[in-house]
C-alpha cells in the first residue's frame, strides 16, 4: 500500500507569508495528487488536482507541484480564511485512495 | 448544481450493521465516467477512503477494511449506499460521500453524517 506522508503536522503563520507544506509518497504516483482544505466543522473542498491544477474558483495564491513521490503545496499570501487542515490524497494506485495525515494550519 | 447529502442511524450498538446513504443530485451515476465515494472521519483525526462506486458498477473497497465493506447504487433514484457490517466503537466518525470527478479526485462533498457506535 501507498503511504502519504505529510510535513509539517502543524503551521502557524502570519497574514501576508507564504506558506509551505509537503507530502511525500511511499511509491511513484506520478501527478495522481490532490489537496483539499478542511475548516473547522465542515466538509474537505477540493483545491489542487492532478498536483498542481488548481480547481475552479480556488484562489490563484494556492499552488501545487511536484511529481513523482514529492509534492508541495504552497500559498503565497496567507489570509485570515486560510486557516484549515490540508490534506494530500494520492489515487495513483488506482484503486486504491489514500490520504496523508494532514497539515494544520494556524494563524499566528 | 451538484449536491450531496449523507444519511444514516446516527446511533447503533457494536456488531450491528451499519447503513448508509448517499443521495445526490446535478450529476447520474449512469453517465460515463461518473462515481461515488466513500471517506470518514473520526472526530478529530483525519480523512480515511472507504469505498468507490464507478457508472458501470466497478466496485473498490479500502483492503483494511474489504470484508465488512458493501457499496451500491439506485441509478434510478440518485443514490448510494455503504453497508459496514459488525461495527464496533472505532467506526464512530463522521461519514462522507464525494462525486468523484473526471481525473479521480473528489470535487463535490456532501456536508457528512455522523454516526456513532455505542453500547
Known amino acids: 500500500d501507498i503511504v502519504m506522508t505529510q510535513s509539517p503536522t502543524s503551521m502557524s503563520i502570519s497574514v501576508g507569508d507564504r506558506v509551505t507544506m509537503n507530502c511525500k509518497a511511499s511509491?511513484?504516483?506520478?501527478?495522481?495528487v490532490d489537496w483539499y482544505q478542511q475548516k473547522t466543522g465542515q466538509s474537505p473542498k477540493l483545491l489542487i488536482y492532478k498536483a498542481s491544477n488548481r480547481y475552479t474558483g480556488v484562489p490563484d495564491r494556492f499552488t501545487g507541484s511536484g511529481s513523482g513521490t514529492d509534492f508541495t503545496f504552497t500559498i503565497s499570501n496567507m489570509q485570515a480564511e486560510d486557516p484549515a487542515i490540508y490534506y494530500c490524497l494520492q489515487h495513483k494506485s488506482y484503486p486504491m485512495y489514500t490520504f496523508g495525515a494532514g497539515t494544520k494550519l494556524e494563524l499566528k | 448544481q451538484v449536491t450531496l447529502k449523507e444519511s444514516g442511524p446516527g446511533i447503533l450498538q457494536p456488531s450491528q450493521t451499519l447503513s448508509l446513504t448517499c443521495t445526490f443530485s446535478g450529476f447520474s451515476l449512469s453517465t460515463y465516467g461518473m462515481g461515488v465515494g466513500w471517506i470518514r472521519q473520526p472526530s478529530g483525526k483525519g480523512l480515511e477512503w472507504l469505498a468507490n462506486?464507478?457508472?458501470?458498477?466497478?466496485?473498490y473497497y479500502n483492503p483494511s477494511l474489504k470484508n465488512r465493506l458493501t457499496i451500491s447504487k439506485d441509478t434510478s433514484n440518485n443514490q448510494a449506499f455503504l453497508k459496514i457490517t459488525n461495527v464496533d466503537t472505532a467506526d464512530t466518525a463522521t461519514y462522507y460521500c464525494?462525486?468523484?470527478?473526471?481525473?479521480?479526485?473528489?470535487?463535490?462533498w456532501g456536508q457528512g453524517v455522523m454516526v456513532t457506535v455505542s453500547s
Open positions: 462506486i464507478w457508472w458501470d458498477d466497478d466496485k
Open positions: 464525494a462525486r468523484i470527478g473526471e481525473l479521480g479526485d473528489f470535487d463535490y
Open positions: 511509491q511513484n504516483v506520478g501527478s495522481n
